[in-house]
């Protein structure tokens, strides 16, 4: 079979179009945009960020119930937080820190907020893209919500990883 040459003029690739931001303000350079974060993250330009912040879904939306300002309420938060089991919410993990490491500068970092239910996974996923683990920091909630069940310790902490 004869080898094919290699196409020495491949097509640019089709750059997706960003939203209309949510939120601007001019003065300060801030934009918001909502919707999917692959999404909008591909369409953003390779180093473009010196910092991210991020607080991926906790996959908790289970049909449970909470405490909010004193009120018993629905922990369902929409599809988005519904757990499609350890493996894939890890592949997603990945996924979106993937996507944040490519608009990254060089010496760009980043900062995940978390709860037990996902922060390991996301650690993980981390080292598994090379990030360099800076810091864990321990945010301390003030007023948590109470733990309705009485069978576990009350969730008072979250955890941020701070990584480059």
Not at 21 to 35: A, M, N, R, S, T
């Amino acid at each position: 079979m004869p080898k094919s040459s290699p196409n020495l003029n491949p097509p640019a690739p089709v750059a997706q179009q960003l939203p209309a931001p949510v939120f601007e303000d001019k003065k300060h350079l801030i934009k918001i945009f909502q919707g999917d974060c692959l999404d909008i993250l591909a369409a953003l330009p390779e180093n473009t960020f010196d910092l991210i912040f991020a607080d991926p879904p906790y996959f908790l939306s289970n049909n449970g119930i909470t405490c909010h300002a004193g009120r018993m309420v629905s922990v369902n938060k929409g599809k988005w937080d519904v757990s499609r089991g350890a493996g894939a919410n890890h592949e997603f993990n990945r996924a979106w820190l993937a996507a944040c490491q490519r608009v990254l500068k060089p010496n760009g970092s980043i900062w995940v907020s978390g709860t037990s239910h996902v922060i390991h996974s996301v650690g993980f996923a981390m080292q598994q893209l090379d990030f360099k683990l800076l810091n864990d920091i321990s945010w301390v909630k003030p007023n948590p919500p109470p733990n309705l069940s009485c069978r576990y310790f009350t969730h008072t902490t979250e955890t941020i990883i701070w990584a480059q």
